[in-house]
């Protein structure tokens, strides 16, 4: 497809302020999303697409280590109104990519997108009944100025200058490269070398196997173990629909099958999770044979879902492991040395390339600054409404997906929602709605509760949910599919409202 050059003339540099309907933030995976229900929801709507990036695709064209793919099948991690035709369920990250990048260009959504736009700050005038947006614009960050009456951020939720990386001690004494998967270089050299990966998350068990095929010997060191599920790569059930149904029900049928299961492996994952423990224990057991310590190093101090469970697509990491071409160590560093690793139970381990997967950092609302007629604000002083707008914060929505299901399918549920806000306040005459919290017996809580290491970092930054409705996340598809397609607007805690002529 085409795409937008970086050239200063493809930048909107002058000091004229340009003004639309709506302005999304960010041209991943939620942003494109968002572009086409806006073009088909609300056709007389002007809207453009802000990305601080010099390409579609967010995460999908940032992330280049080796093996990248998705931790979510793509018939619900795909969008809805696009049938995914890729053969593998749990698709490598090219793929990924090229699909957004396709779906821009099909429905013209591409034509609507700035490349190089940084928004910096976005300030909403109650007077104007607008946000207008400080906007540095490429290589060169040159001020710009937008404006905006609502705001839709799909900026993801984490910081894409950087990964988390830990400090640990003598690390400058190790002779080899040093790399996180978030800045993975072009020229990383590990043909034929030894390579240690520290983590146990997502990216570490994606990361592992396709390093095995060309490495000498990979060593995959976790400090405490993770739930590792194996998957078939390809959905059976879905290439049999796809042979005997035109396209779009396939996918649809898909779709709902695998929205149901993974709601059903969930609850069984919370309710019972023992059995769930054993089973996915045992599975791993047979699958590396009688003399794995899977209790050692497959079975986590935590429970099932208390953070994501990573997949192995047809157990590829396991097949590495029985293989000898990767080994799995459980143990904590006391330091690094010139030749590797060594362990606080004194073992050494020997490396020419040292992989950190240890997880990201998060940044809120791509890292802009908010303020409502010059107050600045602090989003963790806030509560979230319906999981996609904040207390006291008028016309602005974020794509904020699920976290115990794939991501698109609270994103495109936000999209509708948003297309259906939009059209009711122009049907009503208004040019304002904003989430009040009125109700004194709705306690704050975490707004998520996973215990992943990322979010624990971060809590104390993020918005909190409310004990009760609608400030309550439910990580439930169903029951979000009920509140945000058929529930009342007018639900007495967001408030409507017209500007003041002046």
């Not at 939720?157 to 040093?178: K, L």
């Not at 209790?295 to 029985?322: E, S, T």
Request: glycine share 8%; net charge positive; proline share 6%.
């Amino acid at each position: 497809m085409a795409q937008a050059g970086t050239s200063l003339s493809a930048y909107d540099v002058d000091q004229e302020v340009r003004h639309f309907d709506v302005l999304v933030v960010g041209a991943g995976i939620s942003g494109i999303s968002a572009g086409y229900y806006l073009q088909a929801r609300c056709p007389g709507r002007s809207f453009a697409i802000l990305d601080s990036r010099d390409a579609i695709g967010g995460t999908w064209d940032l992330f280049r280590y080796p093996g990248v793919r998705s931790d979510s099948d793509l018939y619900t991690f795909g969008y809805s109104f696009r049938p995914w035709r890729g053969d593998k369920s749990i698709a490598d990250g090219p793929s990924i990519l090229s699909y957004i990048r396709d779906t821009a260009e099909a429905y013209g959504i591409d034509r609507r997108i700035k490349f190089g736009h940084c928004v910096t700050q976005a300030s909403w005038s109650s007077a104007d009944a607008l946000w207008n947006l400080d906007v540095e614009v490429g290589a060169d960050r040159l001020p710009t100025r937008y404006a905006c009456q609502f705001l839709y951020l799909c900026t993801g939720y984490f910081d894409y200058d950087a990964g988390y990386m830990p400090t640990w001690p003598d690390m400058d004494q190790f002779r080899g490269p040093i790399i996180h998967p978030q800045l993975w270089p072009d020229d990383a050299d590990y043909e034929n070398r030894r390579v240690i990966v520290i983590g146990s998350g997502a990216t570490a068990v994606t990361l592992v196997p396709e390093l095995a095929k060309a490495a000498a010997h990979v060593t995959l060191l976790q400090r405490s173990p993770t739930y590792i599920v194996t998957i078939p790569g390809e959905d059976a059930i879905a290439k049999w629909l796809r042979r005997h149904l035109p396209d779009k029900l396939a996918h649809g049928l898909s779709r709902w099958k695998n929205v149901f299961l993974g709601l059903l492996l969930y609850t069984l994952a919370r309710r019972l999770p023992n059995f769930m423990t054993k089973a996915m224990l045992r599975a791993a057991q047979k699958q590396l044979g009688p003399d794995f310590d899977v209790n050692r190093h497959l079975r986590p101090r935590y429970k099932p879902w208390d953070q994501r469970l990573c997949l192995a697509p047809d157990g590829d990491l396991f097949r590495a492991i029985r293989s000898g071409q990767v080994t799995l160590v459980t143990g904590e560093i006391e330091s690094f040395t010139p030749a590797g690793l060594r362990l606080r139970s004194g073992e050494q381990l020997e490396a020419d390339v040292i992989v950190s997967a240890t997880g990201l950092q998060l940044r809120l609302m791509g890292g802009m600054r908010l303020e409502v007629d010059g107050t600045p604000l602090d989003p963790s002083k806030e509560l979230t409404y319906k999981g996609m707008m904040f207390s006291n914060i008028p016309n602005l929505a974020g794509a904020i997906g699920y976290t115990n299901a794939s991501w698109t399918l609270k994103c495109e549920l936000t999209s509708r929602y948003v297309c259906r806000l939009l059209n009711h306040m122009q049907e009503q005459g208004y040019s304002w709605c904003v989430p009040r919290r009125r109700d004194p017996a709705v306690l704050e809580e975490p707004a998520v509760t996973l215990t992943s290491g990322y979010i624990q970092r971060a809590l104390a930054s993020l918005p909190k949910q409310g004990s009760k409705r609608p400030w309550r996340l439910h990580q439930n598809y169903l029951l979000d599919l009920v509140a945000l397609r058929f529930g009342s607007l007018a639900d007495g805690t967001l408030e409507f409202g017209r500007r003041l002529e002046r």
